[in-house]
């Protein structure tokens, strides 16, 4: 079984640039998360969509930060413009359910550079 | 808000002995899951074990298995006979009931052959 697929790994960009990530869940996964991770630090939640609903997405910097899980499956998060204060790993993480209890399965990250 | 420590940034330990990572975490609510997650070096993290607040018996997943002192808010993990696999960064994580999970800092373990 595929697990959680991110793409790109890396990017580097110019602030003030737009940059986009995509995350494919594992198949039948209908909970998706959307992390930022700093160095040295654990993840903290951006946003969480069940199916193709945006249910926790307090944490996300709304006025830069978008993201969006059109068919409820794979799904993307964006940051126009970037600042340096955006370097840092976003990480994708499915689960089969809503439940804490579901066990959520990480993807590799996004390493994201601003120059 | 809740709040999550992991006091040990860095530990170290020899092949095949036991180590323990700490945690504590600070929230006024009853009901909560408490999680340890493990990231190897550019890999995926994953779960390593959870715990449900209303539980009295520790967990244990094979190797591992925590300290869950409710009363003192702590939950610690402890890693028998540890293997240079283990080698990893450890996040400790709380999620209340019915709310999103909050991790710690992390505690980078390293294995020593």
């Known amino acids: 079984e595929a697990g959680v697929v991110q793409s790109p790994r890396y990017k580097i960009i110019e602030k003030k640039q737009p940059v986009a990530f995509w995350c494919n869940p594992i198949?039948?996964?209908?909970?998706l998360y959307w992390y930022l991770q700093n160095l040295g630090q654990g993840p903290e939640l951006l946003i969480r969509?069940?199916?193709?609903?945006?249910?926790?997405d307090s944490q996300l910097p709304k006025d830069r930060f978008s993201a969006e899980r059109l068919k409820g499956v794979d799904s993307t998060l964006k940051i126009q413009p970037a600042e340096l204060g955006d370097s840092a790993v976003y990480l994708c993480?499915?689960?089969?359910?809503?439940?804490?209890?579901?066990?959520?399965?990480f993807g590799p990250g996004t390493r994201l550079t601003v120059l | 808000a809740q709040t999550v420590t992991q006091s040990q940034p860095e530990m170290s330990v020899q092949e095949a002995e036991t180590v323990t990572l700490s945690c504590t975490y600070d929230?006024?609510?009853?009901?909560?899951?408490l999680f340890w997650y493990k990231q190897p070096p550019s890999r995926q993290m994953i779960l390593v074990i959870r715990?449900?607040?209303?539980?009295?018996q520790n967990a244990t997943e094979n190797r591992f298995s925590v300290n869950f002192q409710k009363a003192a808010k702590s939950f610690s993990l402890k890693i028998s006979d540890s293997q240079l696999g283990d080698t990893a960064m450890y996040f400790c994580?709380?999620?209340?009931?019915?709310?999103?999970?909050?991790f710690g800092d992390g505690t980078t373990l390293t294995v020593k052959p």
């Open positions: 993480a499915s689960s089969t359910g809503t439940s804490l209890l579901d066990t959520q399965y």
């Open positions: 198949s039948g996964h209908n909970t």
């Open positions: 969509y069940e199916n193709e609903e945006a249910v926790d």
């Open positions: 929230t006024s609510e009853n009901n909560y899951y």
């Open positions: 715990q449900e607040a209303y539980k009295q």
């Open positions: 994580a709380f999620a209340p009931n019915a709310g999103k999970s909050t």
